[in-house]
């Protein structure tokens, strides 16, 4: 997968003024550099650990999709799974991210409510209150129908399901 290195640094996790499973505000540091994958794990690169044998044999989708999609529904145990295919296909050590890094990465240096600001209606997000983010892939299988091909697509477009990239 395109990686990208984040250096080492700070961040601050929590609220002063929030729910109280958010407080207290704390610097959290993440003390060395590490790569992360550029985008979401696609059906595309899923269906190649199926194909060679890996991923448990788990399928997260049902009916045709575009392999750009993100992979959802997968748990904890599904993601090592594949981090565990990808580590022996490469011969390169991957593993999951902490938590702490996962929010260092997600947050990109920012203080705010979310990472592109205090409203989802700021910068050039699509998302508004409401919006399903993730849902269900509907992936393809050979034989089907192009009117259940377009009813999925359809589906997927509706609940906010798009390619690896979309998004800024």
């Known amino acids: 997968p395109q990686m990208v290195k984040i250096p080492a640094g700070s961040y601050s996790r929590g609220t002063k003024y929030g729910a109280n499973n ?4 704390q610097l959290i540091t993440i003390s060395n ?3 992360v994958g550029a985008h ?3 059906v595309g690169n899923w269906e190649q650990c199926l194909f060679e044998g890996g991923c448990n044999g788990y399928r997260p989708y049902e009916v045709p999709s575009d392999l750009n999609l993100p992979v959802t529904d997968v748990s904890w145990l599904d993601a090592k799974n594949y981090v565990s295919w990808l580590s022996n296909k490469t011969k390169k050590k991957y593993r999951l991210l902490s938590e702490a890094e996962w929010e260092y990465v997600a947050r990109a240096g920012t203080e705010t409510k979310y990472s592109w600001g205090d409203s989802l209606k700021e910068g050039r997000n699509t998302l ?4 399903e983010v993730g849902g269900r892939i509907y992936a393809t299988s050979k034989g089907f129908l192009a009117s259940a091909f377009v009813t999925a697509l359809a589906s997927m477009q509706k609940k906010g399901i798009k390619p690896v990239g979309s998004f800024v």
């Open 22 to 25: 958010q407080r207290p505000l």
């Open 33 to 35: 550099s590490f790569s």
């Open 40 to 42: 979401e794990v696609t």
């Open 128 to 131: 508004k209150p409401g919006d």
